[in-house]
């Protein structure tokens, strides 16, 4: 259980393309991306959270 703050660090992998979060993997109801990051990334799947935005 991170913080969303903690997802800059994966969102910083130029070669991210598929992430699956698994229920309660973070916790917080903000998450904002890191500028130009995440850039290859084309499958988010993300499991049971208290996100909101």
């Known amino acids: 259980m991170l913080d969303w703050g903690q ?10 393309e598929v992430l699956k979060l698994g ?5 917080g109801e903000r998450w904002v991306t890191p500028d130009g990051g995440f850039v290859q990334l084309s ?3 993300i499991g049971k959270t208290n996100l909101v935005h």
């Open 23 to 27: 229920d309660n993997a973070f916790v």
């Open 43 to 45: 499958v988010l799947q």
């Open 7 to 16: 997802m800059s660090i994966p969102g910083k992998l130029p070669g991210l």
